[in-house]
């Protein structure tokens, strides 16, 4: 799409330790749009969070991007190569500027010691031109904008005084305050309990309307992704498998990755049947498979080629494509 709000192209990062290298994330290539929410799945270990955090800078110093890898932000009609950004100045454009991030858990982001309120006024501060009392009242609105009751309250309210669902709103709340253009959501609704859980989707939702702003929604959770995204991109051991509109990819899944995660779930009509987990586990990315990453699990794995070759993406509908020797075996490659 031309109008890309974030576009990845071949990002490829390593990790420099004591071993050696180690690849976290291996030629990603993907695109979200304003207004857009995809939905980033796949087990923990798979690469999710790396690749987000990728977008702002915040991998630790020891990571090592490949000189393929590309991470183009368009904001406000001016493009920014986000892995050219050095200096504090320049990352403050994509560290808490044009893109903000939720954490999996708010109360390792705010600092026990310091009101929920002063997080905000300082975030505030540093990345727009308020003073002080505009910066207080822009965030008195903002937690009232996320529902979060008695807004002037809780601004003066420390982390461990909220209930879960509300420190997930606050950080929601401090996250949306400088109007960011794209939204990383790392696994937001992983511990609160579905009620709080399907308010903080709704909330979603409606942002994303109001706003118009770019969702990525980083999940291990397929039944979140259906109510949530557009699109989904599922990622295994650091490479991107399958991705496309959510429904075509739910619906008709092409990977066997897919197809694993998808027979995982449990099934309300069919109380009674057994869950379905993929084999084995996850590999190390120390003992990185070769040829196609998923093989080592694969319960449909082509001897001889799966476990020697790396597949090829293709096009399997419109905007759905997969990597996948079994998929193209299949047939299913489109003209």
Same mark, same amino acid.
């Given at each position: 799409m031309s109008d890309a709000l974030i576009k990845v192209e071949n990002l490829t990062l390593e990790f420099r330790t004591d071993e050696g290298l180690i690849t976290a994330v291996e030629d990603v290539s993907f695109e979200v749009a304003p207004g857009e929410v995809m939905g980033l799945v796949g087990e923990s270990g798979s690469g999710k969070s790396v690749t987000a955090k990728s977008l702002m800078q915040l991998n630790p110093g020891n990571a090592v991007y490949s000189p393929e890898s590309r991470i183009t932000l368009t904001a406000n009609g001016e493009s920014v190569e986000v892995l050219s950004l050095r200096s504090a100045r320049e990352l403050k454009i994509v560290r808490g500027g044009a893109i903000s991030m939720i954490f999996q858990e708010p109360m390792a982001s705010f600092a026990p010691a310091i009101t929920i309120g002063s997080h905000m006024v300082e975030q505030l501060l540093l990345h727009t031109?308020?003073?002080?009392?505009?910066?207080?009242d822009l965030s008195i609105e903002m937690l009232d904008r996320v529902g979060i009751s008695e807004a002037a309250k809780r601004f003066d309210q420390y982390a461990f005084e909220l209930s879960g669902g509300m420190r997930q709103r606050a950080m929601i709340a401090m996250a949306l305050s400088t109007s960011p253009k794209l939204l990383i959501a790392d696994e937001p609704t992983t511990a609160l309990d579905v009620t709080i859980q399907a308010q903080v989707l709704e909330l979603m939702r409606e942002l994303v309307v109001e706003f118009g702003m770019g969702i990525i929604f980083i999940t291990h959770d397929l039944g979140v992704v259906a109510q949530t995204a557009d699109k989904v991109a599922v990622m295994?051991?650091?490479? !991107?498998?399958? #991705?496309?509109?959510?429904?075509?990819? !739910?619906?008709?899944?092409?990977?066997?990755?897919? #197809?694993?995660?998808?027979?995982?779930?449990?099934?309300?009509?069919?109380?009674?049947?057994?869950?379905?987990?993929?084999?084995?586990?996850?590999?190390?990315? !120390?003992?990185?498979?070769?040829g196609c990453v998923f093989h080592t699990r694969c319960l449909q794995a082509i001897a001889g080629r799966c476990d020697a070759s790396r597949p090829q993406t293709f096009d399997v509908h419109t905007d759905h494509n997969v990597s996948c020797f079994v998929a193209e075996d299949r047939g299913v490659r489109v003209a």
């Open positions: 031109n308020l003073s002080k009392k505009a910066a207080k295994y051991l650091g490479r !991107l498998v399958e #991705q496309g509109p959510v429904r075509e990819v !739910l619906h008709h899944p092409a990977h066997p990755y897919t #197809q694993g995660l998808m027979d995982a779930l449990p099934k309300l009509e069919e109380l009674d049947a057994p869950l379905t987990p993929i084999p084995g586990d996850i590999p190390s990315p !120390l003992d990185r498979p070769n």
